[in-house]
């Protein structure tokens, strides 16, 4: 079940009250900024990192149980806006803000990051999703570093024959079920020049990772651009069309624009792309 871990200061302003979708960098911002301004938030974490930071604000652990436990979160709690701030492989969560927030008529942006494109240099090979993957690591044994966390880490047991650097934030509670690896526990960024070591000395041939975007994580990309390692990109999920911001900037813009225009859970939404958030 949810729970709440940490409570915010008081002093919240009385005309809104935001959820935060979180477990990314940019969440952590966003709330930081609304803590600065004393707007009440609730920050709220899937569960699958098992020591999530201190926040400003109210953290919320667990799931909502689908779109309907998730509409009845937000008619219960007041909230008056939903950030989306999740991965960008979290499609079934946005998914369902996207539907709770169409359903309710509460105000709803996702903070999100553009997502990576190669440049000179680089040699990726893109793949729909993590069974694409699996399946391009087929032949001879590689050492091959797999910057996917550690959800879909025991998906790779059918290529056996590989030797799997894996690099974790907390240390799993069972070991993966390949049978070659080694497990680095470590919470970044990381700096191109740690990546760029760490590659050296595992003797990495090649790394597999999701195209997260940001420059949290890019790293390891630039890291296999100096070494000449290829990368097995694994392309972004298709989403539903809704509104997107790229910095927490642009989310507080929005705040404001809804707030000077009227109170409560039905404020427009609209506003033009120059002011750093668009429909998609």
Same mark, same amino acid.
């Given at each position: ?5 940490s409570?915010? !200061?008081s002093?919240?302003?009385d005309i809104?009250? +935001?959820?935060?979708l /979180?477990?990314?960098?940019?969440a $952590?911002?966003?709330?930081?900024a ?9 920050? $709220? ?6 020591r999530?930071?201190?926040?400003p604000?109210?953290i919320r652990? /667990?799931?909502f ?5 998730? +509409? ?5 709690h ?6 989306d ?8 969560? $946005? ?6 927030? %169409?359903?309710?008529? *509460?105000?709803?942006i ?10 000179a @240099?680089?040699r990726?090979?893109h793949?729909? &999703?993590?069974?694409? %993957?699996?399946? %391009?690591?087929?032949? !001879? ?8 966390g550690?959800?879909h880490?025991n998906?790779?047991? !059918?290529?056996?024959?590989?030797h799997?650097?894996?690099r ?5 509670e069972? !070991?993966p079920?390949?049978?070659?690896h080694h +497990? *680095?526990? &470590?919470?970044g960024p990381? $700096? *191109?020049e740690?990546d760029m070591r760490?590659?050296?000395d595992h ?5 597999v990772c999701?195209n997260?975007?940001?420059? @949290? ?14 990368v097995?990109?694994?392309?972004r999920?298709?989403?539903a ?9 642009a989310?507080m813009?929005?705040l ?7 109170? /409560? ?16």
């Open positions: 079940m949810p729970t709440i871990v409570h915010a !200061p002093g919240v302003c809104t009250t +935001i959820l935060i /979180g477990g990314t960098m940019e $952590s911002a966003l709330a930081r609304l803590a600065d301004r004393g707007i009440a938030a609730t920050l $709220s974490y899937a569960g699958r990192v098992g999530p930071k201190a926040q604000v109210s652990v /667990g799931g149980g689908g779109v309907e436990g998730l +509409i009845c979160y937000l008619r219960d007041h909230i008056t806006h939903l950030v701030a999740t991965h960008p492989f979290a499609a079934a969560m $946005s998914a369902h803000a996207v539907a709770a927030a %169409a359903r309710t008529g *509460i105000a709803h996702a903070l999100t990051r553009p997502a990576w494109v190669p440049v @240099g680089d990726w090979r793949v729909a &999703n993590v069974d694409a %993957a699996i399946a %391009a690591l087929a032949g !001879p044994a590689q050492r091959v570093m797999l910057a996917l550690r959800m880490v998906a790779f047991a !059918p290529q056996p024959q590989h799997y650097l894996l974790f934030v907390d240390a799993p069972s !070991p079920t390949l049978p070659d +497990i *680095i526990v &470590n919470r990381f $700096s *191109i740690d760490l590659m050296q003797r990495i041939d090649l790394i999701k997260a975007g940001g420059t @949290g994580a890019e790293a390891k990309l630039i890291a296999a651009r100096r070494l000449d390692l290829p097995i990109m694994i392309d999920p298709a989403l069309p809704r509104r997107e911001a790229y910095s927490v900037d989310v813009g929005w404001d624009h809804g707030a000077v225009a009227c109170k /409560g859970s039905a404020c427009p939404t609209g506003r033009s792309a120059g002011s750093g958030w668009s429909r998609r």
